[in-house]
C-alpha cells in the first residue's frame, strides 16, 4: 500500500509543480495523512522526475508525440522513466506505472505505458551513454537552462560543473536552539524517535538523515530546534560579536534572525520583509523559539527607512534571486525561471542594497548574499553598488562556522558555497565595511 500510495503522491506533486505550485508547499499537499514510508517514495520519485525534466521529455519524444499525449499520461511517463533510467528499477517502476494509468485512465491506456516504458527499459544503457562536452550539452543531460549551465563552466570549469550538476541531494540539517536545550540532549530526543542524527562541521548544527515531517516532532514545536540550510547558517556567522543592532532586511521565513537573535541574546534584531502574510510567519517562529530580542516589521525593501540610517552594527541582505543554488531542494527553479527574470532580479536587488547600506553605522558591517550563482545577481550587484558607494568596501571578517576549504576561497570579502564541494545549498556572501 504505501508503494501505490507514494507514486499517487509523487504523481500529485509533479502535476502542482508543474502548475506553478512551489515543490515544498505541493508536498505539504500530497503528505496529509500519509505514512512515511510514503512520503519518502513520493520525494524520491518526483524528485527524480523534477530533477531531469527536460532530459527526460527529450528522451520520451523518442517513444511518442508529446504534444498529443494526455498530461496525466505524460506525468506517468515522466515518473517511470524517471524510475526507470536514475533510480535503476525495472518491473517495480513499469507496474506501478500501469496500475496508476489503470486508476485514472481509460482502456488501453495501460497497454501504451506499459510499451512506452519497456522501450525505454531496452534502450536505457544507450540513454544513459550520452556525453556531455560542453556547456549546451550540459543543460540537455541535467536539465538546466542554457544561460544557468554557461554559468556553471564559465565559474567552474566543464568538470566541476559537472560535479555540481550531478551532485546529490543537500542534507537535512536542524539548528539547536540554545534557550531550550543543548546539542547533546537533542541528539538523544531525535535518537529516541528512532532518526539518525550527528554533529555537523558548524556548531549547533545537526545532521539528520532519512528523517522526514521534522517539523511536526515535540521538539520542533516546542521551540527546541528549527530546520535551516547549512549556508544559511554559516552566512549568519559574520554578524559581529557584540552587536547591540543587527538588520535583516529581506528576514522571511525568518530563520536567518532567529539564528542570529539565539547567537546574540544581548542584540537588539530587527526582521522585515515586504509581505505581511511572511512577516506574520515569522512573529510564530519567533514565539516558538522563545526569542524576545527580535522585532518584526512590513517594509519594502527598496525603499529606504530614514529613522534606520546608520544605526545598525550589522545588516544583511539576503536579497531575492533566482534561487538556482537551491535545486536539491527546489527542483522547479531549474524550468521556472527564465533569463529574463534574472535581468529583472538584478536592478531589484542593486535597489535594494544601496537602501540597505544607509542602514550601517560607520565601521559597521553590510553582507549581501543570495542563494544563486549567475554573476548578474553577485559580482555585478557588489561591483555596481561598491562603484557607486566609495564609502564602503569589500572586507574580510572572521566566521568560525567556515570550513579550512571554505576560508580558502574566501578572498577580498567575496566566498562562493558550492553543493558539490561544501554539501551545501550554492550561496554567493560578500562582506562590506562602511569607512
Not at 54 to 75: F, G, M
Not at 330 to 359: M, N, W
Request: with cysteine; net charge positive.
Amino acid at each position: 500500500m504505501s508503494a501505490r500510495q507514494g507514486e499517487k503522491a509523487a504523481l500529485f506533486i509533479l502535476e502542482q509543480v508543474l502548475s506553478g505550485i512551489h515543490y515544498g508547499e505541493a508536498q505539504r499537499k500530497a503528505f496529509a495523512g500519509l505514512e512515511p514510508a510514503a512520503c519518502r517514495a513520493a520525494t524520491a520519485y518526483s524528485r527524480m522526475a523534477l530533477e531531469n525534466l527536460s532530459w527526460i521529455d527529450h528522451v520520451l519524444e523518442s517513444y511518442i508525440q508529446r504534444k498529443k499525449t494526455r498530461p496525466y499520461l505524460l506525468n506517468i511517463l515522466r515518473l517511470g522513466t524517471a524510475r526507470c533510467l536514475f533510480g535503476r528499477e525495472d518491473s517495480a517502476a513499469v507496474n506501478g506505472s500501469v496500475e496508476l494509468a489503470k486508476e485514472l485512465g481509460k482502456k488501453g491506456q495501460p497497454g501504451f505505458i506499459n510499451g512506452v516504458l519497456r522501450a525505454v527499459l531496452r534502450d536505457r544503457d544507450r540513454i544513459l551513454a550520452f556525453q556531455v562536452g560542453d556547456a549546451e550539452s550540459l543543460a540537455l543531460r541535467y536539465s538546466w537552462p542554457v544561460y544557468a549551465a554557461n554559468q556553471m563552466v564559465e565559474l567552474l570549469g566543464l568538470e566541476g560543473a559537472l560535479a555540481l550538476a550531478a551532485s546529490r541531494d543537500t542534507d537535512t540539517y536542524v539548528r539547536v536552539n540554545p534557550m531550550k536545550t543543548g546539542s547533546a540532549a537533542l541528539l538523544e530526543e531525535l535518537s529516541a524517535l528512532g532518526m539518525a542524527a550527528e554533529p555537523s562541521m558548524v556548531p549547533g548544527m545537526l545532521r539528520v538523515q532519512g528523517a522526514s515531517r521534522l517539523a511536526e516532532i515535540g521538539a520542533y514545536r516546542e521551540g527546541r530546534m528549527s530546520l535551516m540550510g547549512l549556508a544559511s547558517r554559516i552566512a549568519t556567522g559574520f554578524a559581529p560579536r557584540g552587536s547591540r543592532r543587527i538588520i535583516d532586511v529581506c528576514a522571511a521565513p525568518g530563520g536567518k534572525s532567529c539564528s542570529m537573535g539565539e547567537d546574540h541574546p544581548e542584540a537588539s534584531i530587527l526582521a522585515m520583509d515586504v509581505s505581511p502574510n511572511r512577516v506574520e510567519e515569522m512573529a510564530g517562529q519567533i514565539r516558538r523559539l522563545g526569542l524576545g530580542n527580535i522585532e518584526t516589521r512590513i517594509h519594502d525593501g527598496q525603499e529606504r527607512d530614514e529613522t534606520l540610517v546608520k544605526r545598525a552594527d550589522f545588516v544583511l541582505v539576503d536579497a531575492p534571486c533566482s534561487g538556482l543554488g537551491t535545486f536539491h531542494n527546489r527542483p522547479e527553479v531549474k524550468f521556472q525561471k527564465p533569463r529574463g527574470d534574472v535581468r529583472e532580479l538584478h536592478y531589484i536587488q542593486r535597489r535594494i542594497l544601496e537602501a540597505s547600506a544607509a542602514y550601517v553605522k560607520p565601521g559597521g558591517r553590510l553582507l549581501y548574499c543570495t542563494c544563486t550563482f549567475t554573476r548578474d545577481e553577485n559580482e555585478a550587484v557588489v561591483k555596481g553598488f561598491l562603484e557607486a558607494n566609495p564609502g564602503f568596501a569589500l572586507r574580510q571578517f572572521p566566521n568560525s562556522y567556515l570550513t579550512d576549504a571554505m576560508g580558502q576561497r574566501y578572498r577580498e570579502g567575496q566566498l562562493r558555497l558550492w553543493s558539490h564541494l561544501d554539501g551545501t545549498d550554492c550561496f554567493y556572501l560578500a562582506t562590506m565595511e562602511r569607512l
